[in-house]
C-alpha cells in the first residue's frame, strides 16, 4: 500500500518506517526521527480548497473531524483508521483579544491562545491523541505493548493518562516528586495510571524513562516521539484559521523541552508549503532564567549548545536543563527568524499577576511568556502595531498553589508581588459588609 505519511530520519538518511514501528532515533547516526507526508500528494489539493476543508470541518459535530486535531487528519496521520483514533475533541481552544493588557503593555493588537482550555488542562491534549491513537492501532495490528510510558513535568502525565483511561491501554507516568502541582499529580491518580514520584527531577525522571524504552513493550510517549509533534503542529493552522487565515507576526511560546516550537514552526512550514498562507510569522520562545539552556545557545549564536542544570521555577513545566528536542527547535528558530529570550521569577510572576488583572487566568509558563513579550516590546523589537500571540499552555487552575503564594507574597525569588490582593475577613455582618464595600469603591 502507498504511505501518505511515514517516519524518517530528521538528518539526512532516507529510509522510511511506517508511524506504527517502535523507532525513537535514527538506527544509522541517531538523530532523532520526525514524520514526513507525501507532498506530491497533499498538494494535488489547492490551498484554497485545503481551507475550505478545514473550514467546514471545524468544531463541528461529524465524528472525528470536529477534533481541531483531526479535522486536519490528511496532515497529521492520513492512514490512520478512523476506528482506533483516541479523540477527546482537542484542539478548537478560544483566542482571547487581550485588548487591556495589551493596552497596559503598548501592543495594538494583542492575542492570547488558551490552549489549557482542553481536556486535560493544556496544550499536550493535542499531541497525545495522535500517539495514543497510534498505540491503539499498533495493539489493534497485532503488537504486544504492555504500557505506554513518560517523564513529566505535570501536564504530559495528566495528559497521557486521559488518553489512555479512555481507550483501556495501561500507561505509567515517572514525576519528580514534589516538584509538579497538587492539580498535576491528581490527574494520572484519578485516570487509573501507575503513577511514580519519584526523587529526582524531570531530567532524572526522562534518563529512567529512556532505560525502560529499550524494552520494546513500553511504547515511549515523550515529545522525542515525533507522533505527538504531529498534533501539536495542529495548534498553528488552527490559530491562523482563526484569524480567517491571515498570519500573525509574532508567535511566542515558553519552552522546555523544546517540542512544542518545533510542532509550531511545522506546523506554519506546512501551511506555507501547501499554499494557504504566502509568509511566515516570527517565532519567540520564552525561557525561564533558571532552566534557560536555548536562551544561552542562543546568545552564543547556535554555537553553543549545552545542557544546564534546571533550578527551581515556578514555571516547573518547563524546568528542564537537557531538552530533547533543542536541535529541532533551533533548526526551526533558524528559519523563523526566531528570538530566545528569558524572564526571572521575578519577571514571570509579576506578569502573570498583572495579565489575571486584566481578565486572564494565566499559569506561570504563560507568566514566562508573557514576561518576554513585554521585554520585547520595550526594547522595540515587537512594534506596538504587530499582530502579538502569546500561547497560553496551561489552564490557570492547575497552579493554584502559584497563584496562592503569588498572593501572599511567598514566591521564592519574587522581591515584591506587585499586583498580590487578599480576601477581606469581616465578622458576620450587614453593616461591616457595607462598610468595606464603602472604603474601596
Ligand atoms: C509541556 C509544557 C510546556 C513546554 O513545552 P515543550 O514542548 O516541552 O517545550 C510549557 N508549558 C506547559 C504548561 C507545558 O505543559
Ligand atoms: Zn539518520
Known amino acids: 500500500m502507498k504511505q501518505n505519511s511515514w517516519l524518517q530520519c530528521s538528518s539526512l538518511c532516507t529510509e522510511r518506517y511506517n508511524l506504527t514501528d517502535t523507532i525513537y532515533s535514527c538506527p544509522r547516526c541517531d538523530s532523532l526521527m520526525g514524520v514526513n507526508h507525501d507532498f506530491d500528494q497533499l498538494k494535488k489539493t489547492s490551498g484554497q480548497s485545503w481551507r475550505k476543508i478545514f473550514d467546514s470541518r471545524y468544531m463541528k ?3 472525528p473531524y470536529g477534533s481541531g486535531v483531526w479535522g486536519k487528519k490528511e496532515w497529521v496521520y492520513p492512514d490512520l483508521s478512523d476506528e482506533n483514533i483516541v479523540s477527546l475533541y482537542e484542539g478548537g481552544t478560544n483566542l482571547f483579544w487581550a485588548e487591556r493588557l495589551g493596552n497596559l503593555i ?14 486535560t488542562g493544556s496544550f499536550k491534549d493535542l499531541g497525545m491523541t495522535v500517539l495514543v491513537s497510534a498505540v491503539k492501532e499498533k495493539i489493534n495490528l497485532g503488537s504486544n505493548i504492555s504500557a505506554v510510558i513518560c517523564a513529566s513535568t505535570g501536564d504530559t502525565s495528566a495528559s497521557l493518562s486521559a488518553y489512555c483511561a479512555a481507550a483501556g491501554i495501561p500507561s505509567v507516568v515517572i514525576l519528580p516528586r514534589n516538584k509538579i502541582s497538587e492539580a498535576q499529580l ?15 527531577d524531570f531530567d532524572g525522571c526522562m534518563d529512567i524513562v529512556n532505560k525502560l524504552s529499550k ?12 507522533l505527538r509533534i504531529e498534533g501539536q503542529k495542529t495548534l498553528s493552522v488552527e490559530l491562523v484559521q482563526q484569524f480567517d487565515w491571515e498570519v500573525p507576526d509574532w508567535v511566542i511560546v515558553p519552552g522546555g523541552n523544546l517540542g512544542n516550537i518545533s510542532a509550531i514552526g511545522l506546523g506554519f512550514k506546512m501551511l506555507f508549503d501547501l499554499g494557504l498562507i504566502n509568509n511566515l510569522p516570527r517565532l519567540v520562545c520564552a525561557q525561564a532564567s533558571n532552566a534557560n539552556p536555548l536562551y544561552l545557545s542562543y546568545k552564543s549564536g547556535y554555537k553553543e549548545v549545552q545542557s544546564v542544570s534546571a533550578k527551581e521555577t515556578a514555571a516547573s513545566a518547563i524546568q528542564i536543563g537537557n531538552p530533547v528536542s533543542i ?9 523563523f527568524g526566531g528570538v530566545v529570550e528569558q524572564a526571572t521569577e521575578d519577571e514571570l510572576a509579576n506578569a502573570s499577576g498583572l495579565a489575571d488583572q486584566t481578565g486572564l487566568f494565566t499559569c506561570p509558563q504563560t507568566g514566562v511568556a508573557l514576561a518576554v513579550l513585554m521585554k520585547l ?16 499552555t496551561a489552564n490557570g487552575l492547575k497552579f493554584t498553589n502559584f497563584k496562592l503564594d503569588y498572593h501572599r507574597n511567598k514566591l521564592p525569588e ?8 487578599s480576601p477581606i475577613e469581616l465578622p458576620g455582618d450587614y453593616q461591616s459588609v457595607v462598610k468595606a464595600i464603602a472604603q474601596r469603591v
Open 61 to 63: 459535530t461529524e465524528w
Open 106 to 119: 503598548g501592543l495594538d493588537d494583542f492575542w492570547v491562545k488558551n490552549c489549557g482550555n482542553s481536556h
Open 186 to 200: 491528581i490527574q494520572p491518580i484519578s485516570n487509573g495510571a501507575i503513577t511514580l514520584a519519584v526523587d529526582t
Open 215 to 226: 524494552d520494546v513493550n513500553f511504547y515511549l510517549a515523550n515529545s522525542v516521539n515525533p
Open 327 to 335: 536541535y529541532r527547535a533551533i533548526n526551526i528558530l533558524q528559519q
Open 377 to 392: 516590546v520595550k526594547s522595540g523589537v515587537i512594534k506596538s502595531s504587530d499582530r502579538t500571540i502569546v500561547i497560553s
Open 414 to 421: 519574587v522581591t515584591e508581588s506587585k499586583f498580590a490582593s
